[in-house]
């Protein structure tokens, strides 16, 4: 790949970033740039630490050694919670409120895009209908449709997405990607982790693959 | 944007309130019961009820408040709420403060609202009432801010109610003494401001203090 000198800095950037828990290496030291427009794909084998990594750049873990960057500078707890929306495994969803009202939550503590409101996203996320349905009553590819929903809906230009395509069917699969790809188009930039390359996004995607830490190294 | 937040977070707990208003009457009905089973094992003789009133008054909303501490932030951990606060651009601690009020407002206050009646039950002094009411207004916050701290302690467990138990008890000794000793001043003739007064200190540092406490040790327990 021919080296260029972009003539911004990228969107998320990360040098020499590493994590141990209890002593054990979980992973790193990892050094890599996502800019945007651009889709990076963290691929590894369960327990490769994937996971782990998300949730240091999202700033629930603290890092034992590097560097985060967003825009060129330096990652703090305000900067992250402006530019990164996270989803991790656990929806966040209420389950004794409606699809709608979980919204309208979430979009009340992380702000809303302008111009986007929690109908549509619904609409998007092929949950219209169940606007006013308890969530204990979605089925759990219905939970993890809404809580796309609800990132569809955040302003944030980089998504940290924990395996975005566990639960969901061939169709949602497809939304995933499609969500990704206009969010990209618009500017944004996403890391995806999966444990397979099944559903890579049709867009410009690079690969981070993690391999386990030996243990006892 | 603080302020939208803190509608938002409003407005969650009191749809979740409707949706399970069930359990929401839980802290009172116990309460309820602490003072119906005291004054029946005392045998109900009015002189010696109204003696211990107060005291007993005290110790029901204060074990119905250690009761429903462990709901405070159990469902968000346990569904990831907790985690999009600690994602979210307003400070942890204001959502943990909002969070505590509410939960104050949903489970202490119609505590304090049912204490009248109660107080008739045990027939307690209708004198000394004025200086109970001002005690638990006082009293009951601080109690919940401090012990919004011990369940963020032990959020990341799953079983922690010996635990919770165990942490909060000391934190809450002194406020039963304040808040309890202020009514017996009262019922001897003393004057029971002091002890008001330590109280409203006590529930202004605690505002303050007691949500960054919190904040940290959740984000503690969530590492």
Redesign the interface.
Known sequence: MPEFEPSHPPLLAVSGLSFARNEQPVFGPLDFAVDAGEALLVQGDNGAGKTTLLRVL?????PDAGDVSIDGRSATA?L???A???M??????????TAL?NL????????RRRGQLPGNAMGIVGLAGYEDTLVRQLSAGQKRRLALARLWLAPSPLWLLDEPYANLDLDGINLVNRMVQAHLRDGGAALLTTHGAYAAPPVRTRMLVLERAVANA | MIGSAAKALMIRDLRLLWRRRGDALQPALFALLVVVLFALALGGEAQALAKVAAAVLWLAVLLAGLLALDTLFRGDADDGSLEQWMLAPVPLSWLVLVRTCMHWATTALPLLIATPFLAELLHLPRAQLPVLLASLALGTPLLSLLGAVVAALTVGMRRSGILVALLALPLYVPILVFGAGSVAAAAQGLDPTGALLLLGAGLVLALVLAPLAAAAAIRIALD
């Open positions: 999202a700033g629930l873990l603290r305000s992250r919670s402006q990164i929306s996270y991790g495994h656990l929806p966040a969803l209420k389950s004794d409120l009202e309208d939550f979430l979009c009340g503590l992380h702000g």
